[in-house]
Nanobody
Framework: QLQASGGGLVQAGGSLRVSCAASGRTFSNYLMGWFRQAPGKEREFVAAISRGGGSTYYADSVKGRFTISRDNAKNTVYLQMNSLKPEDTAVYYC????????????????WGQGTQVTVSS
């Protein structure tokens, strides 16, 4: 089970950190990803991280502004979002898979419920 939290309303240029807590399985066995979905748009890849956290991957639209990290001792993955823009407004979802850390949502087996991030201009 994945539980996302930490969303909220922030002004453009501000920062926010969302978290995703995992339970029920060995967290360190899973590659983790963050996706987002804005109203009327498809779910899109944001970032992913390897099991040990040594490798990270980002969408071009967030590279240099967002940072994905994980704490396997706390069974939690984070997404630190800086220099937020109104176009970052979306529901943010965490996802997990044993063997996939790519950009396609269909590659992930497990999903959290999402947390709303709204960036005002």
């Amino acid at each position: 089970q994945l539980q996302a939290s930490g969303g909220g309303l922030v002004q453009a240029g501000g920062s926010l950190r969302v978290s995703c807590a995992a339970s029920g399985r060995t967290f360190s066995n899973y590659l983790m990803g963050w996706f987002r979905q804005a109203p009327g748009k498809e779910r899109e890849f944001v970032a992913a991280i390897s099991r040990g956290g040594g490798s990270t991957y980002y969408a071009d639209s967030v590279k240099g502004r967002f940072t994905i990290s994980r704490d396997n001792a706390k069974n939690t993955v984070y997404l630190q979002m800086n220099s937020l823009k109104p176009e970052d407004t979306a529901v943010y979802y965490c996802a997990a898979d044993v063997s996939y850390a790519g950009r396609a949502p269909s590659g992930y087996d497990y999903w959290g419920q999402g947390t709303q991030v709204t960036v005002s201009s």
